[in-house]
């Protein structure tokens, strides 16, 4: 990781130069190429696979956690996606979220940490350290998809920001533009969207900041230039193009959990056995791929969405119908 040990303000507008971050995202692109031979060696076949994908490349390594089910089809994971920043419909995303300007951009770090302040998207993101990860992402609305991610674990960014003891809990704040993101000007929800997860949620390996799928700079629907992606939870917990991360002592706001505190909880996990007031959460429709007969084909939902050896550790002695 890149991340040096800023103290609040060290780092200025100033300092964010479009040209350093265009150096650096080449850097990126490039890969291994720029940052000495060896040191990684490319997924080869499977990015091969990726070629004809559309978008700037990435490189990284093959990471672990991942699934032999078929990918959803690229053309799904960036055109049926939810960012009400951009609009309510699957679609609006992606027909309307080129006004977001992701260069350059910087993540602000508040609240109980030795390490808060200003970062650029460069600061946190060491192209070295970038792993594919492929999840199960399960949306509340009863839908699913698998994804190829690339991104890397959130512990490692924590870990750097040294939060004190006080930290109980992360929040994550989206940007908050409506120049940017025209949704903002209808109050389908309080913007900006938060998120957030208990501090042991945010350090655990399977959550990743994510920069990429399919091999590729992530698209600006699926939540570009950062965003977060927790796998056994709900898809709304996955926060997008992230401003803010902030350690705090008390449970966070979420931006479901106010619009509709009865429906969505704070932990969100992926739970068959807990409906959602209004509809059953025991089966999901794959998305993507499979023709018109799919649209009737529903598969079991899994308790954690499939992660529950690796996560129901973290829920041990809960109630999860109460902490749903
Ligand atoms: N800022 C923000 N983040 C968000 C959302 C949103 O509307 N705004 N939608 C969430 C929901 S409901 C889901 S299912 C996932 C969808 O991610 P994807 O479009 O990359 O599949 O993003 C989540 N992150
Ligand atoms: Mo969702």
Sequence with gaps: MLIRHKRPGDLTENDVTPERLYLNRRAIMRGMAA??????VPWGAAQ??????????????????RTDEKLTPYESVTTYNNFYEFGTGKEDPSENADTLKTEPWTVEVEG???????YSFDDLVDPQQLEERIYRLRCVEAWSMVIPWVGFPLNK????????SDAKFVQFVTLHDPDQM????????????????RMDEAMH??????????????????????????????????IKSIVKIRFVSEQPETAWNKAAPNEYGFYSNVNPNVDHPRWSQKTERRIGGGGLLSLFERRDTQMFNGYEEEVA????GMDLKKHF
């Design 182 to 197: 025209p949704g903002q000007d209808w109050p389908v929800l309080d913007w900006p969207y938060v998120e957030g997860l």
């Design 48 to 65: 091969a696979a990726y070629e004809d994908i559309p978008g700037e490349k990435l490189d990284y390594v093959k990471g672990p956690y």
């Design 313 to 316: 550790h973290l829920y041990k």
């Design 157 to 164: 960014v924590i870990e750097r920001l040294e939060p004190t």
């Design 112 to 118: 109980h940490a030795h390490n808060t302040g200003k």
């Design 35 to 40: 940052a000495g031979a060896g040191a990684v």
């Design 205 to 238: 390996p399977l959550t990743l900041l994510t920069v990429g799928v399919y091999g590729r700079v992530l698209p600006n629907q699926n939540g570009a230039p950062i965003r977060l992606v927790v796998p056994w939870k709900y898809g709304f917990k996955s």
